[in-house]
C-alpha cells in the first residue's frame, strides 16, 4: 500500500487524487489518504470567481473504505457548489461542477459493483 506523509498538523501531503478538469480556472478534485486503518477524504473546487479548499486531514471524519471516504468527498463537493449557488445566485456559472459531480458519483457506483 502506498506510505502516506502526513505534516505536524495531521495533513496529508501526498494525498490520492481523482480530478476533473474543465479548464485552469473550473476544476473538481477529490482527495483521500489512509492512516491506521481509516481513510480520510478531502476535496479542491475551483469556479471562475472563487473556491473552496479542504485538506486530507487527520481532524477529519473516518471511513472504513477508501470508496466510503470517496462518496462523502463528493457530497461534501456537491453541498459546496450548492451553496456557491445559494450565495451568489449564478446557477449558469457551476453547470460544468454539477455534471462533473454527476460524473464522479456514476464512476464511484459502477466501480462498487467490481
Same mark, same amino acid.
Do not use: L, P
Given at each position: 500500500m502506498k506510505q502516506y506523509? =502526513?505534516?505536524e498538523h495531521g495533513v496529508c501531503l501526498n494525498p #490520492?487524487?481523482?480530478?476533473?478538469?474543465f !479548464?485552469? $480556472? #473550473? $476544476?473538481?478534485?477529490?482527495?483521500?489518504?489512509y492512516? !491506521?486503518? +481509516? =481513510? $480520510?477524504e478531502g476535496r479542491d473546487l475551483s469556479y471562475a470567481t472563487g473556491g473552496v479548499g479542504c485538506p486530507v486531514s487527520l481532524e477529519g471524519d473516518k471511513f472504513s473504505t477508501e470508496h466510503d471516504a470517496i462518496m462523502a468527498a463528493i457530497g461534501h463537493a456537491t453541498n !459546496?457548489?450548492? #451553496? +456557491?449557488? #445559494?450565495?451568489h445566485g449564478k446557477e449558469n456559472l457551476v453547470k460544468w461542477?454539477?455534471?462533473a459531480l454527476n460524473e464522479l458519483i456514476f464512476g464511484q457506483r459502477q466501480m462498487s459493483l467490481f
Open positions: 506523509e =502526513w505534516n #490520492n487524487k481523482i480530478e476533473k478538469r !479548464d485552469n $480556472y #473550473n $476544476y473538481i478534485v477529490i482527495k483521500t489518504a492512516s !491506521d486503518g +481509516w =481513510w $480520510y !459546496d457548489v450548492q #451553496n +456557491w449557488v #445559494n450565495y461542477h454539477k455534471k
